[in-house]
């Protein structure tokens, strides 16, 4: 199977701003990219400081932004805006606040760059902190200055933070955000990357509305049968069926297809987690952050989701109020006294639940998806049907992405295994260690379930191509 084509990150011209926490009531502004970059900047470092660390800085800024685009990350979940203001969340923006002119110079220079790993398109999560009130796995502000006073290049700071394997990516081409409606109406006869996105969005959006005929191959093309499957789907949905995709089917689409791909609401693509283990480290609660906050929301979030006693969050590694709250309602459900700490009584029930709910579904629950992560990370040595259904998912993705190697299916996990997982987690920006915890699990899963969905059929659909009288003969 040949690999689709790449979704390309771009430069957008603009981003829409939320001027408070993601769920705070709070105006959405759109901003011209380097004036954000520039403000973001001149609120986030200083200007007197080395160039080399203010250059690296800035890039790490741009790079944060433009994943928070190109993963489509809140608007994904329903909001409709890019990033927010905060700097718990994403960045400090501050609507009318003081520019310096060195930083905006910098801002206009490297505002169509961006940092990625090799092997990957995708710009990386790039966190950072300021090294001093607040530590974090990314690049240190402070620290950054200390490099640059010791001689290294903006990218020699880079790397230091964030890994030898970091490239560069300069003059990348400056278009809209991809989840805006094209400027143009597709139809029959049009091509190129957004038609390449509707087919893709459309093929996921089938498996859950079998009467959507399947699109194949997804090329780009705007050939009869993206017409017919564009005519059936807003034929479901209620809309004008022309076969013509304008802005109201175009948001549609996208709305169906986040609604069907529910593993994209539990992870936010190119986070990096260390590996998950089952020791708990230590009492949490509000104002903690790190790896182990990131696990217990993941676990809440799986819980919540075959549960109607509370709603789940984002994974965002910030012990903040919603978690807290989260915390309590799943004591109060779970039997617990609802402190809303995360203490190792707590804990221990969290991961009993989340194991029990795995054990307890019936095999009919995975016919056509992947399972959910069995508890317990896997790694060299490793042995048995988790290790199996791991190894059948991986070669689905290499029968799309080159970069993933085809491995034996045998329950043994091994080099070639390790090697694969390692392909993956470079592929998806995941922490490189070449063992499988939570995290990788559920991305490996997401993609091995979003491809099947695009080229499998339920009885009776329509397969996406002619299907001659003689064809069994």
């Not at 560069?168 to 049009?190: E, H, K, M, W, Y």
């Not at 995290?439 to 499998?456: H, P, Q, R, V």
């Given at each position: 199977?040949?690999?689709?084509?790449?979704?390309?990150?771009?430069?957008?011209?603009?981003?829409?701003?939320?001027?408070?926490?993601?769920?705070?009531?709070?105006?959405?502004?759109?901003?011209?990219?380097?004036?954000?970059?520039?403000?973001?900047?001149?609120?986030?470092?200083?200007?007197?400081?080395?160039?080399?660390?203010?250059?690296?800085?800035?890039?790490?800024?741009?790079?944060?932004?433009?994943?928070?685009?190109?993963?489509?990350?809140?608007?994904?979940?329903?909001?409709?805006?890019?990033?927010?203001?905060?700097?718990?969340?994403?960045?400090?923006?501050?609507?009318?606040?003081?520019?310096?002119?060195?930083?905006?110079?910098?801002?206009?220079?490297?505002?169509?760059?961006?940092?990625?790993?090799?092997?990957?398109?995708?710009?990386?999560?790039?966190?950072?902190?300021?090294?001093?009130?607040?530590?974090?796995?990314?690049?240190?502000?402070?620290?950054?200055?200390?490099?640059?006073?010791?001689?290294?290049?903006?990218?020699?700071?880079?790397?230091?933070?964030?890994?030898?394997?970091?490239?560069?990516?300069?003059?990348?081409?400056?278009?809209?955000?991809?989840?805006?409606?094209?400027?143009?109406?597709?139809?029959?006869?049009?091509?190129?990357?957004?038609?390449?996105?509707?087919?893709?969005?459309?093929?996921?959006?089938?498996?859950?509305?079998?009467?959507?005929?399947?699109?194949?191959?997804?090329?780009?093309?705007?050939?009869?049968?993206?017409?017919?499957?564009?005519?059936?789907?807003?034929?479901?949905?209620?809309?004008?069926?022309?076969?013509?995709?304008?802005?109201?089917?175009?948001?549609?689409?996208?709305?169906?297809?986040?609604?069907?791909?529910?593993?994209?609401?539990?992870?936010?693509?190119?986070?990096?987690?260390?590996?998950?283990?089952?020791?708990?480290?230590?009492?949490?609660?509000?104002?903690?952050?790190?790896?182990?906050?990131?696990?217990i929301q993941y676990y809440l979030n799986f819980v919540s989701a075959f549960t109607t006693e509370y709603?789940?969050?984002?994974?965002?590694?910030?012990?903040?109020?919603?978690?807290?709250?989260?915390?309590?309602?799943?004591?109060?459900?779970?039997?617990?006294?609802?402190?809303?700490?995360?203490?190792?009584?707590?804990?221990?029930?969290?991961?009993?639940?989340?194991?029990?709910?795995?054990?307890?579904?019936?095999?009919?629950?995975?016919?056509?998806?992947?399972?959910?992560?069995?508890?317990?990370?896997?790694?060299?040595?490793?042995?048995?049907?988790?290790?199996?259904?791991?190894?059948?998912?991986?070669?689905?993705?290499?029968?799309?992405?080159?970069?993933?190697?085809?491995?034996?299916?045998?329950?043994?996990?091994?080099?070639?295994?390790?090697?694969?997982?390692?392909?993956?987690?470079?592929?998806?920006?995941?922490?490189?260690?070449?063992?499988?915890?939570?995290?990788?699990?559920?991305?490996?899963?997401?993609?091995?379930?979003?491809?099947?969905?695009?080229?499998?059929?339920?009885?009776?659909?329509?397969?996406?191509?002619?299907?001659?009288?003689?064809?069994?003969?």
């Open positions: 199977m040949n690999s689709p084509p790449v979704l390309l990150p771009t430069i957008p011209e603009t981003i829409v701003v939320h001027l408070g926490s993601q769920d705070e009531e709070a105006p959405n502004i759109e901003v011209g990219f380097i004036d954000y970059i520039a403000n973001v900047a001149s609120h986030e470092l200083y200007p007197t400081w080395p160039e080399s660390a203010l250059i690296a800085n800035v890039i790490a800024q741009i790079t944060f932004a433009l994943n928070r685009v190109y993963t489509e990350y809140y608007r994904s979940r329903g909001y409709n805006f890019d990033i927010t203001a905060t700097p718990q969340m994403d960045q400090a923006y501050d609507q009318g606040g003081s520019v310096y002119e060195n930083l905006e110079k910098i801002a206009e220079e490297y505002f169509n760059s961006y940092i990625r790993r090799e092997g990957s398109v995708a710009p990386l999560f790039a966190a950072y902190c300021d090294g001093v009130n607040t530590l974090c796995q990314g690049l240190s502000q402070t620290g950054s200055v200390e490099l640059a006073n010791q001689g290294f290049t903006p990218l020699e700071i880079l790397r230091y933070y964030y890994g030898e394997d970091l490239e560069f990516v300069p003059n990348v081409s400056i278009s809209t955000p991809q989840d805006t409606a094209p400027d143009t109406l597709l139809r029959l006869g049009s091509s190129g990357n957004s038609v390449y996105i509707l087919q893709r969005r459309l093929n996921r959006i089938s498996a859950n509305y079998p009467s959507i005929p399947k699109i194949y191959p997804e090329d780009g093309i705007f050939g009869v049968e993206t017409e017919n499957a564009v005519r059936e789907f807003q034929k479901v949905f209620g809309l004008t069926v022309d076969g013509i995709v304008g802005d109201a089917t175009w948001f549609e689409v996208r709305e169906k297809f986040n609604a069907v791909k529910k593993l994209n609401e539990l992870l936010s693509e190119g986070l990096t987690y260390e590996e998950v283990t089952l020791q708990f480290p230590e009492n949490l609660s509000f104002g903690d952050r790190g790896v182990y906050v990131s696990i709603d789940d969050i984002p994974i965002t590694g910030v012990y903040d109020e919603e978690t807290v709250q989260q915390v309590k309602d799943f004591q109060n459900y779970a039997g617990l006294v609802p402190s809303g700490v995360m203490d190792e009584e707590t804990w221990n029930v969290l991961y009993d639940e989340y194991r029990g709910i795995i054990l307890s579904l019936p095999p009919s629950s995975f016919e056509s998806i992947a399972r959910p992560f069995p508890g317990i990370p896997l790694r060299v040595g490793s042995t048995g049907k988790d290790v199996r259904d791991l190894q059948e998912y991986i070669n689905v993705l290499a029968g799309v992405y080159e970069e993933v190697p085809v491995i034996a299916v045998d329950g043994i996990f091994g080099n070639e295994t390790r090697d694969a997982v390692y392909a993956i987690q470079a592929l998806f920006n995941l922490t490189l260690d070449g063992s499988v915890d939570s995290i990788t699990w559920a991305k490996i899963a997401d993609e091995y379930n979003t491809i099947l969905a695009g080229e499998s059929r339920a009885d009776d659909q329509f397969p996406g191509y002619t299907v001659r009288e003689d064809a069994a003969n």
